[in-house]
């Protein structure tokens, strides 16, 4: 087999709702220097379509990071917006080598609180009303050529909303986003990493809404191809999540 030059080959699919499916656009791209010495068989190493489903959440506890103490160490300051502030760790993995991080000692989960004047947080343990951890889970599955699995993980967004200060507003807390259950073919490298992008208010600015968007970004290898892709989602302090198109 001759060397591969760099060539970026685009497939676009559109995003589409099939009950609780939808497909990912995605990039290939083929690599160079590839071991010429050796066949291989395009199709098993090729992607040919890229899923994520709602799934079930089990009876089994979610891990809460919102449960480890925000009043002893909410983060570092992400975003300020108006009269919002973000706090917690920007840019997380949640996926290296193929393999689930799970790591307490990751950083704060990101928290969307009322902002001062003095430009600094509200302290948590100023503020009441905050509702039970919202979670729900997706899992993604990579099929290449031949319509093999060849990659698949679940993720779990969690958070508790719902929170005020002196009776007002609507707040978020404890966002953070969870892999497991991944499951790597030979042949295939796969990591993920997630990111806050923004912040908004929903609201007033007498009583604002939280709001948050989280961008999930994907990165899979084969031998011949990278490839990339993501996802965002917006959730706000009443609770709800939506995947964006």
């Known amino acids: 087999m001759k060397n591969l030059l760099l060539v970026s080959l685009f497939t676009f699919i559109t995003l589409s709702v099939q009950g609780a499916t939808r497909e990912l656009s995605f990039s290939q791209t083929v690599l160079e220097n590839v071991d010429d010495s050796k066949s291989y068989d395009e199709d098993y190493f090729t992607i040919s379509k890229i899923t994520v489903?709602?799934?079930e959440i089990n009876d089994e506890l979610v891990w809460a990071p919102q449960y480890l103490g925000f009043d002893k160490n909410l983060g570092e300051v992400i975003m300020v917006v108006d009269k919002l502030i973000a706090l917690g760790k920007k840019i997380w993995t949640i996926v290296e080598a193929g393999k689930p991080v799970v790591n307490v000692n990751m950083g704060a989960p990101i928290s969307v609180l009322p902002k001062t004047e003095d430009?600094?947080?509200v302290a948590f343990y100023d503020m009441?009303?905050?509702n039970m951890p919202?979670?729900?889970t997706y899992k993604v599955e990579y099929?290449?050529?031949f319509g093999m699995n060849v990659i698949s993980f679940d993720y779990t967004v969690n958070f508790q909303y719902g929170g005020k200060y002196n009776d007002k507003g609507a707040y978020i807390t404890g966002l953070n986003v969870q892999a497991s259950n991944t499951s790597v073919s030979w042949g295939?490298?796969?990591?993920a990493k997630s990111q806050l992008m923004s912040i908004v208010n929903h609201g007033t600015k007498d009583s604002p809404v939280a709001g948050a968007m989280v961008r999930i970004e994907y990165t899979a290898k084969s031998v011949l191809r990278q490839i990339s892709t993501s996802e965002s989602f917006h959730v706000n302090g009443l609770g709800r999540i939506q995947a964006m198109q």
């Open 143 to 145: 099929k290449n050529g």
């Open 134 to 136: 919202m979670a729900k």
């Open 119 to 121: 430009g600094d947080a």
């Open 128 to 130: 009441d009303s905050w």
């Open 53 to 55: 489903t709602e799934i």
């Open 188 to 191: 295939f490298n796969f990591d």
